[in-house]
């Protein structure tokens, strides 16, 4: 009786933490990018590693609080990337809006990316 339920806890317990796992096919090409004031725009390099199914790759821009900002574009904001390829996506300033960040230091902005499967 006790082996059963520690056996049933054990498989309840691996079903969970399974269940949590997803994987990842569209991947980014380095976790920082960094932006100097002078530069207008950055290219960053997504990546398809699935190699049967193509995706959708949503992109957009937040800053430190989570929130969608329109100072930084991420250009596309929607694209195809097909099985196994490579793609590019540009983070631009949007001129009028990044003039008003603090120019004595740096801001934090979260470059997001959603892989949609079909």
Known sequence: M???RISRAII?????AWSQCSPAAVNVDR????MD????TVAI???????????????????AD???TDALMALPPLQRIDAGQKSQVRITQ????????PQ???????FNVRGVPP
Do not use: M, Y
């Open 45 to 63: 390099t997504l990546n398809n590693d699935d190699k049967t199914t193509p995706f959708l790759a949503q992109s957009w821009v937040t800053d």
């Open 37 to 40: 004031a002078p530069q207008k």
């Open 94 to 101: 949007v001129r009028g809006l990044t003039d008003k960040l």
């Open 66 to 68: 989570g929130v969608r």
């Open 104 to 110: 004595d230091r740096e801001t934090l902005f979260w």
């Open 2 to 4: 006790k082996n059963s």
């Open 31 to 34: 976790t920082r990018i960094i």
């Open 12 to 16: 309840l317990t691996l079903a969970a």
